[in-house]
């Protein structure tokens, strides 16, 4: 069994956890802080983030989060609270 103690079912474009309620309403992913503006597009800029999916992606890889200064906002141990599933490009 893999049900965590939340809802969510709508998944971020930048992590792959579980953490949205709706898709494209700018709600703000606990897990590596993207904002989600509902754009499945890598390489076009996300304006409310600043960059692209793609860099966002590789930095969420990187340090856990999508952009450096927010390393401090996002939780830890993401996998105890939302589910994960591969990202399909
Ligand atoms: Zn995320």
């Known amino acids: 069994m893999d ?8 998944q971020c474009y930048c992590c792959g956890y579980f953490t949205l309620s709706e898709r494209g309403q700018y709600e703000i992913c ?5 904002e989600d503006d509902g754009c499945f597009d890598l390489e076009k800029i996300s304006h409310p983030n600043h960059m692209t999916l793609e860099k966002g ?21 993401p996998e105890g609270k939302y589910r994960k599933a591969i990202l399909k490009v």
């Open 3 to 10: 049900v965590k103690n939340n809802d969510l079912n709508v």
């Open 30 to 34: 606990d897990v590596c802080f993207w």
């Open 57 to 77: 992606r590789k930095n969420f890889l990187e340090f856990g989060a999508c952009e450096e200064r927010f390393i401090k906002n996002v939780i830890k141990n």
